[in-house]
């Protein structure tokens, strides 16, 4: 590439954007959003780190407390932002144009579409642990020192805490290790690691449910994940399945449910006729019509005797995750239908999944020929876009609020080949 950017110059220019993205999100005012209530309110069916830095910011600047949101959350952003630039910078050769360009890249969510240091909602946190989550693996692949380890299952523990759709961190956390063991020929080293990666999800879960006995009084998991698993199955099911319940809560939840879902044509079997050409469609569209306006009410409907409203949340979710598997079970051909439908509307469609795939393979198989921190990379971050979709699309609307987390990746494998295709090119050194 001709087109030279000095160190100096770069240095400039990235302070200058995260001045400019400090700037222009300070002058915009605080948006709310559907669920900020929850947040703010510390409801019983949020996850504990979240509403815990609200209230603390709240309990710390008072009146100024909107202003000191924006404030930090942004600079959380930035830093994260400038972590992951200086982790790629540190392992991978590229021209300073494209470290600035995934710069700015990264910071897009800030400044457009998502804003998000201008909502109470927890991307706000999660995009920029998940920055420096993803740093850390790129460190993990190339040093393998204790400190490292820590800062990364305390960040790991914050992330998953905070959305459980990171729960996918921890298969590819532990294939980076065995990667690196198989390379380093070094397998009793990390025993000790695999163990604390295993160890993860049983260490949130105990948090999640102190959190909720000392704030709620009751020991159990965030309530809500129920409601999300149910969601695509009763999309789904055909009016039948009824009988695949016994006691009078299920059956009410499952009448109840698919009687509104029918009158709303928001199930398979009563879609308008001009969306039974692309089901997936009404179920982005009107997920959450299905899943908060129409299975929670039915829920609520078939446990609220002389519960409290938290009794209530709970009760609907063991009752919600009871009913899940069967209702699945039995009608598994549209589920799964509906599932990889899901997965390629996430990408936009099947073309763009196609060429994600086929990146993935062919890095896959370069890191087999030839174990390149190029091809680690692009294997790492393509194998975290495919993994977050896959486990959001199981009981999610696959909306670009669940997935943007990885819309910089591809930007980045991109960046690396136009890199490695320069460098092979005679003329690039003229």
Known sequence: MRFNISEKHLTFITYLL???????????????????????????????????????????????????????QVCLGIFAVGFLMNTIKKHITLHNFWYLFLTLILLLPYVYHHAIANGFLSEALAYPLYLIAVAQYITLLNTQQNKNFIYLFTTLFILILTRKQFLFLVPIGILILMYVSFKTKNYKKHIWVFAVFLCVPFFVSIADKTYHKIKHNHFVSTP??????????????DEEDISLYNTPEERLLFSETYKQLALKQLNIHNLDSLDRSDNIMPYITHYSEIANHTVLPAGIHATATNNTEDEVYIAVDILTLKMTLPLI????KAWLNL??????????????????????????????RKKTKQSEIISLVLLLTFSNIILVAIGMHTLKRFTFYNDWTLFLVLFILLETFNSRNPQSHE
Do not use: C
Request: charged share 10%; net charge positive; hydrophobic share 55%.
């Open 18 to 72: 995260f001045a400019m993205v400090l700037v222009f999100t300070l002058t915009k005012p605080i948006q709310p959003h559907n669920d900020s209530e929850g947040y703010l309110t510390m409801s019983i069916i949020r996850s504990a780190p979240y509403p815990i830095l609200l209230a603390t910011l709240k309990h710390l600047f008072g009146s100024f407390f909107n202003f000191a949101t924006i404030f930090f």
């Open 224 to 237: 809500w994940s129920g409601i999300h698993f149910i969601t695509p199955a009763f999309y789904v099911a």
């Open 329 to 332: 079970r039995d009608n598994f």
């Open 339 to 368: 599932y990889i439908k899901n997965i390629i509307h996430a990408f936009g469609n099947a073309k763009y999944l196609l060429i994600y795939l086929i990146l993935l393979v062919y890095a896959l198989v370069s890191l087999i």
